[in-house]
Structures are given as structure tokens and as C-alpha cells.
């Protein structure tokens, strides 16, 4: 259950803002993953009643929540190793809830780091409201094309966020780490202090600035990820 004592929500806003990317069959997605794809197993002209339709899809397509598992364990349910806890569906949702902090660093390729960064980020650790934060990188979302010119969370800020206590961060590009990376350094660490993580979010109508956040992952149970409608408060 969560602790409602740590979501203190504000629900006196003027405006929701849709920080999700759109899904449909011309959404991009990390080059070797699953696309968005859908059937019509059923449609009004033939039942006279209802459309129905199927899709496959990566759950990394679009804003979307990794879980523990993505990184470590096993998904493979004739496993006997393997641990339902790790994902998606078990996730604790404290994190995906609450008062967050757009940092607007855009337009930004590269590593998220430096003095500036872990000094504003240690600014925001001493409002004990802020867990969250999300970075902005680009001023531009284009959810048709894949650019693996992104910008990533460097380790160190990585670290920073975890020794500081943050819950959860964020960015608006494909993956925390760079699209090269071979060991998922920043994931790792992130995991170590059980920060949750969105990717892919949409910020470009977004002001640096104080927001609440809602970003619930669905509950997959056997599932490494899942796609989050993700919007802010404001």
C-alpha cells in the first residue's frame, strides 16, 4: 500500500500537460526492438456492434517506466530463478506520483553532468517536497524518428540523485544511458538506489519549473517495462 504521508499531491491546478509521446505505427523505437503494430480482429460492419483490434508492441515504445528486471534477473516464466518482484507489475508507484522539477537544459546532446547540475540538484534536495526530477533536453519532440545524437543521465549525476534521496527521474530521450552503452552504467546505479526512471517523455511545451506529477506504469506483471501516460499539473 502506498504511504500516503509521502504523496503530497497539490490538486489546486489550471493546467494538465500531456508529457507523453504519441503511439501509433509511425512512433520510433530503439533500433532492434518491437514497433507498434495492430490488427482489426473485429470491426463494426461485420458485428454490427463493436470494433476490436489486437497490437504488438515493445513496452519500450513511446514515455514509458523500465522496472528492475529489465536489467537483471530473468523473465523467463519456466525459470524456477525466475522473480515476479522486479517487475513492472510489482513496482512501487510512490515514486510516479508527486511533486517533481523540470530542469530545463535544452538544447543538450551528451551526458547530463557537471558542477551546475549536482549543484542545483543538492538546492532541490533541501525542499523535502521535490523527489523528482526530469530533465529537459530538447526544445522539439519528433516520436517518428530515432536520433542516437541523444542526451543521457551521466553517472555521476546518477550517483548524485541516489545520494540525495530522489525517488524518480526522467528525461526526454530513448534510454538514462547512451545508445552505445554495453553496461547500462546509469541504469545499474540508478537500481542501486531504487530510483524509479521514465524514458521518451515529451517536454517540449514544458518551462523549467515546479509541477505535480502522475505517470502510473500499468501493472504487468511478467513484464520488464511499461508504456505510462505521463502529465503534469501545473
Not at 538546492?123 to 530515432?146: C, G, M, P, W
Not at 548524485?160 to 552503452?181: A, C, I, M, N
Amino acid at each position: 500500500m502506498m504511504e500516503l504521508k509521502e504523496i503530497k499531491a497539490n490538486l489546486s491546478f489550471t493546467r494538465v500537460i500531456d508529457i507523453s509521446q504519441p503511439i501509433s505505427t509511425s512512433t520510433a523505437c530503439f533500433p532492434g526492438d518491437i514497433p507498434f503494430s495492430k490488427e482489426v480482429t473485429l470491426t463494426y460492419e461485420e458485428s454490427k456492434v463493436i470494433n476490436l483490434t489486437a497490437f504488438k508492441m515493445s513496452p519500450h515504445v513511446g514515455t514509458h517506466a523500465d522496472a528492475p528486471v529489465h536489467i537483471k534477473g530473468c523473465l523467463d516464466d519456466e525459470n524456477p530463478h525466475m522473480d515476479e518482484s522486479k517487475t513492472v507489475g510489482h513496482m512501487q508507484l510512490t515514486p510516479f506520483l508527486g511533486r517533481t522539477y523540470v530542469m530545463d537544459l535544452a538544447p543538450l546532446n551528451g551526458p547530463i553532468t557537471g558542477a551546475a547540475i549536482l549543484e542545483q540538484l543538492t538546492e532541490l534536495a533541501n525542499d523535502e517536497q521535490i523527489k523528482r526530477v526530469l530533465f529537459k533536453t530538447r526544445d522539439t519532440s519528433r516520436h517518428d524518428l530515432f536520433e542516437d545524437d541523444y542526451s543521457y543521465i551521466g553517472e555521476d549525476t546518477a550517483e548524485k540523485l541516489g545520494e540525495l534521496g530522489f525517488l524518480l527521474t526522467g528525461l526526454d530521450t530513448p534510454s538514462v544511458d547512451h545508445t552505445q552503452s554495453k553496461d547500462l552504467a546509469t541504469h545499474r546505479i540508478l537500481d542501486r538506489y531504487k530510483l524509479s526512471w521514465l524514458e521518451n517523455l515529451d517536454l517540449s511545451q514544458v518551462d523549467e519549473g515546479e509541477y505535480e506529477l502522475i505517470a502510473l506504469p500499468l501493472k504487468f506483471i511478467e513484464l520488464e517495462a511499461s508504456p505510462v501516460r505521463a502529465i503534469l499539473l501545473a
